[in-house]
Structures are given as structure tokens and as C-alpha cells.
């Protein structure tokens, strides 16, 4: 069974920390992306990589940087994590030009 | 700027009954229009996916109808059981930068 795994299902942290959250697929997927997803906003687009160091800013970057070192794993990054970054974030993977997105099952991240 | 619009944000409908959501976009260069099923704590599935040269596809007890030249499409889900009830998101694929742009959502309950 394929899947998008996300290292935390919930985490809390302080504002101002460096928040790292982790993602794995096992797809052999050329790309990923990191949505967050909020009450009555849907799912917006933050960073997304269609291959292994490459990034390409979504819908709603700033405060947000990702990595991409391998082609299984990428991470979004929250340089000083603010009270507003609270949220659902959730990691999707897709093959080639595919419509067909896995998603994780997110991480549930708030910020005090 | 929304480039996917969706109705309604909520839903309640009986056991049995016909379920309509729908979505309404605005930039013709989307390829495909899928819909998701998100169930609480797990992440959106692919349900159901149309290409713009279709008007119509049906998948067991669920149905897209699309309207190109209103630039609108909807799911319909037929015979509604307690077992949908799920947050349903529209989506419009462009193949040329790999996104899917998300509509904000529908909470659908099914009541017994």
C-alpha cells in the first residue's frame, strides 16, 4: 500500500522556535507539496518540488522555507514559528503530469 | 483571487438521498477537475476526476456533471449513506506547473 508518511500527527511548539516538519513517500514520487489547511479556507498551496532540490513557492509562502535533499523526503521548514502558522499541515505526493495526489494523514501544529 | 470557487460550505442530507455540490471556475487553461473525499484525522483521497471534453462521468454512486461553457461542474452522490459523511474538495489540475488549485469545501453529513 502506498503511502505519504508525516513524522508527527500533532506538535506543539513556542513561538519564535525553528520548526521542522518531515515528510516520506514510497512512491518513488517526482513530486511533492506541503499544503496547510484551515476552517473555512480549504487547502492552500505553501511550497511545492517536482524534483529533488528543486522548489517552487505555492500560494502562501512567506514564513514558510522547504528542502528537498532526497527524492523520498521533503520538509517544510518554519523559520520563527508565529501564533497565525498554527494549523493542519498536510504532505502530498504525485507522479509525472498527474492530477492524482497522495496526501499524508497531516500534522496537527499549534503554536503558544 | 479564487480560481475555484465551491457551494455549499455545509450539507445535511438524509439516508437515501441525492447530494449536490458544486464548483464554479474561472482560468480555461485547467486540464482536469477532480474531487477529493477527506475523512476526520486522514487526509484527502482522489474520489472521481473529469476532463474538460466530458460532460459527464459516473463512478459507482458518484457523478460529475460538467458545464464548460458555464465553467461550472458538480458532484452528484446518489443514494447518500451515513458512511459519506466527509469533507468533499474540488479541484482544478493544470499539467503545465503540477498544481491542483483546491475549492474551500464541503462538509457533507448523511443522516440515518
Known amino acids: 500500500d502506498v503511502k505519504v508518511t508525516q513524522s508527527s500527527r500533532y506538535l506543539v511548539k513556542r513561538t519564535g522556535e525553528k520548526v521542522f516538519l518531515e515528510c516520506v513517500q514510497d512512491m518513488d514520487h517526482e513530486n511533492m507539496f506541503w499544503y496547510r489547511q484551515d476552517p473555512g479556507l480549504g487547502l492552500r498551496l505553501i511550497y511545492f518540488s517536482y524534483d529533488v532540490k528543486m522548489k517552487e513557492k505555492g500560494d502562501i509562502p512567506e514564513g514558510y522555507s522547504v528542502s528537498r535533499e532526497k527524492k523520498e523526503r521533503f520538509s517544510l521548514i518554519l523559520e520563527s514559528a508565529s501564533t497565525n502558522q498554527t494549523s493542519m499541515y498536510l504532505c502530498?505526493?504525485?507522479?509525472?503530469?498527474?492530477?492524482?495526489?497522495?496526501f499524508g494523514s497531516g500534522t496537527r501544529l499549534t503554536v503558544v | 483571487q479564487q480560481q475555484v470557487k465551491q457551494s455549499p460550505q455545509s450539507l445535511i442530507v438524509q439516508k437515501g438521498g441525492i447530494s449536490i455540490i458544486n464548483c464554479a471556475y474561472e482560468?480555461?487553461?485547467?486540464?482536469?477537475f477532480p474531487w477529493y473525499q477527506q475523512f476526520p484525522g486522514k487526509g484527502p483521497a482522489l474520489l472521481i476526476a473529469i476532463r474538460p471534453d466530458v460532460s459527464e462521468k459516473k463512478e459507482g454512486r458518484f457523478t460529475i456533471s460538467f458545464n464548460k461553457s458555464a465553467k461550472q461542474f458538480s458532484l452528484h452522490i446518489m443514494d447518500s449513506q451515513p458512511g459519506d459523511s466527509a469533507t468533499y474538495f474540488c479541484?482544478?489540475?493544470?499539467?503545465?506547473?503540477?498544481?491542483?488549485?483546491f475549492g474551500k469545501g464541503t462538509l457533507l453529513t448523511v443522516n440515518p
Open positions: 479541484a482544478a489540475f493544470r499539467g503545465s506547473n503540477y498544481k491542483l488549485t
Open positions: 502530498a505526493s504525485s507522479p509525472g503530469l498527474s492530477y492524482g495526489y497522495t
Open positions: 482560468n480555461t487553461a485547467f486540464d482536469y
